[in-house]
């Protein structure tokens, strides 16, 4: 058990880092671009470049992890090592060329994390993986939330050459997630006398699952950053207000989106995988209706409410996507995690802004209702077992201890 937290501790501690790291650029993109005499699209392209870089390297390590999986603590410790160290030079690099190849490799290190990092979680709380997932899932999103928040106050206040400050803090926590995974002898603890995770009923035949998974994690990543660009649009251009409002108000679709993964992953143990997914998914479908129609109070509420809907199969998807494919796990992680969301975001990234200047707040959620629809329809085709059951069967046929 001490094994088992100590491993989730420092999973979480580089998770904290990576992600947190990786959302400086965004908010910081105005004035880089000022400071460097070139136009914000030359800066913003730059973003979507290590988006790229970020889920090719999600395929890389994932089937490094997989291959060698003796490498997991080490490419792990280097993810968050080499994200710290970009990310916090990129207000004092001299020029575009050097702050492209500075995000890109910082967003290529960040991508490096997520498959032995979720991989390696699913396997410390094996056979409830979407626990482990969940928990290490939850500090990322969280660290999401605040990066924007702690790197626009510190640069408000003291310029963008104050960000090599966030170096020495960031490279202590990883010196501590180091210490704490250190102590890894294999990417999973042995198991109890007695316990032994079966296979998924899908295993034998799962590419086609996992196809489903990729294309519910990609529709809901459209949805989810759909209406970050929706919040951006309103509350900096329809209502007046400043980019920290923003920041703030995205951060509670994150805090609710972060308490999603960890409710998800409890209505699990209780069901199947499949039912929380379409609940979930038809939670967030109703919860669209409020955030189309009204403002204030209610909005900023429903605001949080999607958060939570949306992320609750966050990782319910990645811990069954491992245990389709029991011997690639990382893989599996990687591709849930990387090139889905990038392909998601990218879509939503060219449609939303169009949309919302166009057809307005209204028509902009209506249209964000069409992909969770049709990630609901294809979390309909998931295999729907339940865990709970297979773990009292599991217990009904393991040997008696001697």
């Not at 005499?37 to 890389?60: D, E, K, P, W």
């Not at 086609?208 to 951006?232: E, Q, W």
């Not at 609710?256 to 039912?275: C, K």
Request: with cysteine; charged share 10%.
């Amino acid at each position: 058990m001490r094994a088992r937290l100590r491993r989730l501790a420092g999973l979480s501690i580089a998770h904290l880092l990576v992600d947190g790291y990786a959302s400086f650029p965004a908010p910081l993109f105005s004035m880089l671009a000022i400071a460097l005499g070139v136009n914000y699209r030359s800066v913003s392209m730059i973003g979507g470049l290590s988006m790229a870089a970020a889920a090719a390297s999600n395929i890389l390590f994932g089937l490094t992890a997989d291959r060698w999986k003796h490498l997991t603590p080490y490419i792990i410790t280097a993810s968050s090592i080499l994200t710290v160290i970009c990310m916090s030079a990129i207000g004092v690099l001299p020029g575009l060329g050097l702050l492209a190849a500075m995000m890109m490799l910082g967003a290529f290190t960040c991508g490096a994390f997520h498959p032995p990092g979720f991989s390696t979680a699913g396997d410390a709380c094996h056979p409830d993986r979407h626990h482990g997932v969940s928990i290490v899932m939850a500090t990322g999103i969280a660290s999401c939330g605040l990066g924007p928040v702690i790197i626009s106050a510190l640069v408000g206040a003291r310029g963008l050459g104050a960000t090599p400050l966030l170096l020495a803090p960031g490279l202590g926590l990883a010196a501590v997630a180091a210490l704490l995974l250190g102590k890894m002898r294999s990417s999973r603890p042995a198991p109890q006398k007695g316990e032994r995770e079966t296979a998924h009923p899908a295993a034998r035949n799962g590419n086609p699952h996992i196809a489903l998974l990729f294309a519910n994690a990609a529709l809901r990543a459209h949805a989810h950053v759909g209406v970050v660009l929706v919040v951006s649009y309103l509350v900096e251009r329809e209502w007046g207000l400043t980019v920290a409002v923003s920041g703030l108000t995205i951060g509670v679709l994150q805090a609710g989106a972060g308490l999603g993964g960890l409710a998800g992953a409890r209505l699990t143990r209780t069901g199947s995988e499949r039912r929380t997914l379409l609940m979930c998914t038809a939670a967030a479908m109703l919860v669209l209706i409020p955030m189309a129609l009204t403002t204030g109070r209610l909005w900023m509420g429903s605001l949080f409410l999607f958060g939570l809907a949306i992320n609750g199969p966050g990782a319910i998807t990645i811990a069954l996507g491992q245990r389709i494919k029991p011997a690639r796990t990382a893989l599996v992680s990687g591709l849930l995690v990387g090139p889905a969301y990038a392909i998601g975001a990218a879509l939503a990234s060219v449609t939303t802004p169009l949309l919302i200047s166009t057809r307005g707040q209204a028509s902009t959620m209506a249209f964000l209702a069409i992909p969770l629809a049709a990630s609901g329809i294809a979390a309909y085709f998931l295999p729907g077992n339940r865990s709970r059951q297979q773990q009292s069967r599991r217990g009904k046929n393991a040997p008696p201890a001697q």
